[in-house]
């Protein structure tokens, strides 16, 4: 159709680049979906995509149909483009928008229905939005279209997926495959002279990394608190005294409430050449909600060191499924000699910030029993970036829900990680005093 905005015409549905070929057929089946409902025009779907503003409000959603043929309709205030692709493993249908205002009622998507299992929405990246489906099966997508509003009938999008199976599926996993997933950095190759020596004399660089974030919401507390939320709120009171000590430059991985894929993190943490990575987080377990609360702080290790340490990492890792991004192969694993020591010194480092950060944290909260504990989150992964996590606490626990949004809890845990970084950069900090204080001794 033709956009009287920018003149130019459009069609209906973007899709990723994938050949004309397949452009053109899709197209076609986009345009029989579309004259299935005769009568209906097509509206204006011309849309400012560089905005980060929402475009329009996503106001409803249902799902209807069967194991055989299911239908999922989104209810929008305004026409909106979008584009379909699809991930195997676990299989999920993946619908990019751009910036949407979702106004959905509270649980939406907790339940399923027919070929989809659950479904998450929320921001992405800047100026995109993102829904995914978790389907059951194998599913093929039918048609897909965006009908305008009729009399009192807001404007709706429609998916209608078939039942199908794992070899269609994973064509067309290979046929909507986007070449970049909201930015999700390729893992980079070391370069020579990797940084063994960390003699420069600069105020230390610290990466903050606030869980989670846009649709991945993390954990939910057993009173509706979000993981999201409440460490992005305990991150940036972290950095107001970090900052406010005048000896540290912080970075934060998100600032906002926006999705940020794991390598990404980690791969920031190599860019800014930080000095140490924490990760905040506040999370859940499935059993023992009663008993399993308080602090514990994490370093990486190819064997979990205990169940529930597997059982935290694997939720944590899972981030990038429920965002909906396609899971990198782990890269082959690099035999650079020096690599391997950039690790190994790294992980030196990480050890001995997690016992200096469990020493400032007794004093100050409750921690889980043996508090310092070890398995293979994917974050914690830049090999020359000393990086702990911390779950701050659980938010299956009803108590620990409690502390983790008190402003109380959150100042006085705070200041005992900075005076555990304080500590642990005591001695270099020290360092780059003593020139200083000689000068003016003369
Ligand atoms: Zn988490």
Redesign the pocket.
């Known amino acids: 159709m033709h956009c009287s905005k920018c003149q130019q015409m459009h069609p209906a549905v973007t899709v990723p680049d994938q050949g004309r070929a397949r452009r053109s057929l899709f197209a076609r089946a986009v345009l029989a979906a579309v004259a299935l409902f005769a009568g209906v025009v097509l509206v204006d779907v011309c849309q400012v995509q560089a905005a980060s503003q929402p475009v329009a409000a996503a106001t409803d959603a249902r799902i209807a149909g069967d194991e055989s043929r299911t239908r999922f309709i989104l209810d929008v205030d305004a026409p909106v483009t979008f584009s379909i692709s699809k991930l195997a493993d676990p299989y999920r249908l993946i619908i990019d928008l751009p910036a949407m205002d979702f106004r959905l009622p509270p649980r939406a998507g907790d339940e399923g229905r027919g070929l989809i299992k659950a479904w998450r929405y929320g921001s992405f990246a800047a100026g995109k939005s993102r829904i995914v489906l978790d389907l059951r099966e194998p599913a093929d997508l039918d048609k897909s279209f965006v009908l305008p509003a009729v009399e009192d009938q807001p404007a709706r999008l429609v998916l209608d997926l078939v039942k199908s199976d794992r070899e269609k599926f994973l064509a067309a996993v290979e046929a909507t495959r986007q070449p970049d997933q909201a930015g999700d950095a390729a893992p980079v190759a070391a370069p020579k002279g990797d940084r063994l020596d960390t003699a420069a004399k600069t105020r230390p660089v610290i990466l903050l990394d606030a ?2 974030g846009g649709i991945d919401t ?2 939910v507390g057993v009173h509706g608190t979000l ?1 999201k939320a409440v ?1 992005l709120d305990f991150t940036n009171e972290l950095k107001r005294k970090l900052e406010a000590s005048g000896r540290y430059t912080v970075h934060m991985t998100r600032e906002g409430d926006t999705f940020v894929p794991l390598r990404k993190r980690a791969a920031m943490g190599r860019e800014l050449k930080a000095d140490l990575l924490i990760s905040i ?3 859940s377990v499935r059993s023992g909600t009663d008993i399993v609360r308080g602090a514990t702080v994490y370093t990486l290790s190819d064997k979990a060191s205990d169940d529930v340490a597997a059982q935290i990492a694997e ?2 890792n899972l ?1 990038d499924v429920i965002a909906g991004v396609e899971l990198n192969q782990e890269p082959a694993e690099v035999t650079d000699i020096l690599i391997d020591l950039a690790r190994r010194e790294t992980k030196v480092f990480s050890i001995h910030f997690a016992r200096t950060l469990v020493e400032e944290l007794k004093s100050a909260v409750k921690l889980i029993n043996n508090p310092h504990r070890s398995a293979g989150f994917v974050v914690l992964k830049a090999h020359d970036v000393p990086s702990v996590l911390v ?1 701050l606490g659980y938010l299956s626990n009803e108590h620990d829900e409690k502390l983790l949004i008190s402003e109380e809890w959150r100042t006085r845990t705070a200041t005992a990680v900075a005076e555990a970084i304080d500590t642990f950069f005591q001695p270099r900090l020290a360092m780059e005093k003593a020139p200083a204080v000689q000068a003016t001794a003369q």
């Open positions: 869980g989670h993390g954990a993981e460490v987080h506040a999370d939720s944590e981030s779950e």
